[in-house]
């Protein structure tokens, strides 16, 4: 556990905001740094760097993501510590990306922290049922959260599940680990383990759509 303020939820949303104020200046900024699956071969780096980016087209998309961002990382960087929250944020991330190149278009650019997000999300939906706590509340949220990417145009519902998933992967290992001195050792090589598998799992979609050069 980790005192004081959530630093690194902070941080992330300080990032996010300077990410968008840049893009507003300097439009070509963000086409330098969204994620579209046909990129995957040359420029993989597109994968993290996007989830610093929103639309630039309205405030709205930034200013629901930066109020999920502090909802979720309030409560969940106190309790799993700052680096352990830090690395389930870019894991999740990086999830989110590979739910993209899975299941979208090789061309649809993609931008927006909402597959970290959804990471978030499932990590606290790990953190409560592992403490046996009610999860009701939190379902109701993300069903409504996740249907809206069926149904609002401009939504990657492929970018939510991809980090979804790896956000509740991440968590079970950190939540899950056996208490002990080795706990620390467990927790950081099952984050690793998650990430080696996304690494995996983008190089075999990627060399299926012949993305690799």
Known sequence: ????????TITLMILCAAFFVIQFLYPPFTSQLWYAPVLTGVEPWRMLSSAF??????????????YALWFLGQ??????????????????ALGGSVGVLALSPLLQAVVGASGAIFGLFGALLVVLLQRRASV?????LLAANFALGFFVPNIAWQAHLGGLLTGAACAAVLVYAPKGKNRSLVQFGGLAAVAAVLCVLTAVLAGSKGLLF
């Open 53 to 66: 980016l929103h639309s630039p087209g309205g405030i709205l998309h930034i200013v629901f993501n930066l």
């Open 136 to 140: 009701r509340s939190v379902l109701i």
């Open 1 to 8: 556990m980790s005192q004081g303020k959530p630093v690194v």
């Open 75 to 92: 409560g969940l960087e106190p309790q799993l510590g700052r680096l352990r929250f830090a690395l389930l944020y870019l894991i999740s």
